[in-house]
């Protein structure tokens, strides 16, 4: 008896985690493809069968248990079922999901699907849709023009450039249809800016940042601030964040990568000086942070778009010899203007 129950058990939560979607429609290079195993849906995460996609953007699968095997003229890809780790051509992957069979088909996150196989997937979950882009289409057109960042939303594209054709754009992802649909904000752009640009709830929200220079006795200027702006997409207008929220997303950068040296030099009266008071101070187990290190702040938009008094960042970094990142996870909270870390770990 007490078999049965844990068997309903499992089955109850599976059924609490797992939405079967029967009328999800997936599009490859807007082509329609058809599915014999539909998308599955957890926790708001879209899983594709990889065999179809795969196919689809020109690679050939096969099943050699518990891995699947997916090649095509530029890499061979092993993916293993249970295993969040793949390997693309011997390199290590991380996916944020580990892969599962559902009715004999190996499914594999959409998000995976992107790392995995050069391309971007955009669940549309209001439209039951999932769009398939893959890179070479885009980001040959991209370097073509030659644009400072660029973000895929829905069935367009949206991009930043300067010079004679300066504006923001926006471009079917066909490479038809390019229209300048407002111009840039009124800031020092050039080409040492840095553009980061993301696509949340009808707006495409940018980051500007002038990257810092060398001077004349090789000492690296400090960092510039950070401008945040919205593109809403239903009026094509563009708008500043306030000086307090730039100012907020602006602290939280800055304490983020001084807690990251820090933490990675093994500095633990730095660290301490980034903690609120009920957090226990520790640093990474051996001292790693030289000025070439590939540590980066991974940057979101939620920085500035949380209203809550509280947001989470992830540093990644490539430690010496792996070519895979590992993240540093840092939770903020603010106490009258003042951010502090109050909570923060290492992620595989």
């Not at 997936?26 to 493809?33: A, E, G, Q």
């Not at 999932?130 to 370097?143: L, P, S, T, V, Y």
Request: aromatic letters at 12%; proline letters at 3%.
């Amino acid at each position: 008896m007490k078999r049965y129950q844990l068997l309903a058990a499992a089955l109850i939560m599976m059924i609490g985690t797992t939405a079967y979607a029967q009328d999800i429609s997936v599009y490859v290079d807007n082509k329609n493809i058809a599915l014999e195993v539909q998308p599955q849906i957890k926790n708001d995460t879209a899983y594709l069968p990889v065999s179809i996609i795969a196919g689809e953007l020109d690679a050939d699968v096969k099943w050699e248990d518990p891995n699947v095997i997916i090649t095509n003229d530029y890499y061979k890809i092993i993916c293993s079922i249970g295993n969040k780790t793949a390997y693309k051509n011997g390199i290590p992957i991380l996916l944020p999901e580990a892969p599962f069979i559902y009715n004999n088909r190996t499914f594999i996150s959409s998000l995976g699907i992107s790392k995995l196989l050069d391309c971007d997937v955009d669940y549309q979950k209001a439209d039951n849709k999932i769009a398939i882009i893959k890179h070479d289409i885009i980001e040959q057109k991209m370097k073509k023009l030659g644009v400072m960042d660029y973000c895929v939303a829905g069935d367009w594209v949206y991009f930043v450039t300067l010079g004679d054709n300066e504006g923001i754009h926006k471009m079917a992802l066909d490479g038809t249809q390019d229209t300048i649909i407002c111009g840039l904000p009124e800031i020092d752009i050039s080409g040492s800016t840095s553009v980061s640009s993301a696509f949340r709830n009808d707006c495409i929200i940018f980051k500007f940042q002038q990257m810092s220079q060398y001077d004349e006795n090789g000492v690296l200027e400090s960092p510039y601030p950070s401008y945040y702006y919205k593109l809403n997409l239903l009026n094509n207008t563009m708008t500043a964040f306030s000086d307090k929220q730039n100012s907020d997303a602006n602290q939280i950068e800055d304490i983020a990568e001084k807690f990251a040296q820090a933490y990675f030099s093994k500095d633990l009266t730095g660290v301490s000086a980034y903690l609120d008071d009920g957090t226990e101070p520790e640093t990474y187990a051996e001292n790693i942070w030289t000025d070439s290190s590939d540590f980066r702040l991974k940057w979101t938009p939620e920085i500035i778009l949380s209203s809550e008094n509280a947001i989470s960042v992830q540093i990644e970094f490539a430690l010496p010899g792996n070519d895979s990142y590992d993240y540093l996870d840092l939770s903020f909270s603010s106490n009258s203007g003042q951010w502090k870390i109050n909570s923060f770990g290492l992620e595989k």
